[in-house]
C-alpha cells in the first residue's frame, strides 16, 4: 500500500487562498475546529442574505454542500460596532478545500 499526500494550498488561517471571502468589510472565517465564518452588520437581513450568498458560492466552489453544524446569533451592543454577529459553524476540511483535492486525487489515480 502506498501512501498519497494530499497538497493543499492553505493561507495564513488554515483555510484555502480559494475559498470565496465573506462579502462584507466586518465579515471573516475564525479559527476553531468548527470555524465560524462571520457575518457583521447593524442590518440582520443583510447579514443573513450576505451568509447565504457565500454559502452558495462556498458550496459551488466546494462541489458539494458546506458542512454546517450549527448557525449561531449574537449581539454586540459596544458603541460603533454592527450589532448583529451571525456565524456558521463550519467544518475546517471544506474551508481547506479537502473534498476538492480528494477529487482530484481519486481522478489522476483511476
Do not use: T
Request: proline share 8%; glycine share 8%; aromatic share 6%.
Amino acid at each position: 500500500m502506498s501512501e498519497e499526500s494530499i497538497r493543499l494550498e492553505l493561507d495564513d488561517s488554515g483555510v484555502s487562498v480559494d475559498l470565496p471571502k465573506p462579502p462584507g468589510e466586518d465579515d471573516e472565517v475564525q479559527g476553531v475546529p468548527y470555524r465560524p465564518v462571520e457575518f457583521r452588520d447593524n442590518d440582520l437581513p443583510a447579514a443573513l442574505e450576505r451568509s447565504a450568498q457565500w454559502l452558495r458560492e462556498a458550496q459551488e466552489w466546494l462541489g458539494e454542500p458546506v458542512d454546517v453544524i450549527a448557525v449561531h446569533l449574537d449581539y454586540d451592543d459596544r458603541e460603533g460596532a454592527p450589532y448583529y454577529d451571525l456565524k456558521l459553524l463550519c467544518n475546517e476540511e471544506d474551508l481547506a478545500g479537502a473534498p476538492i483535492a480528494m477529487r482530484k486525487l481519486r481522478g489522476s489515480v483511476g
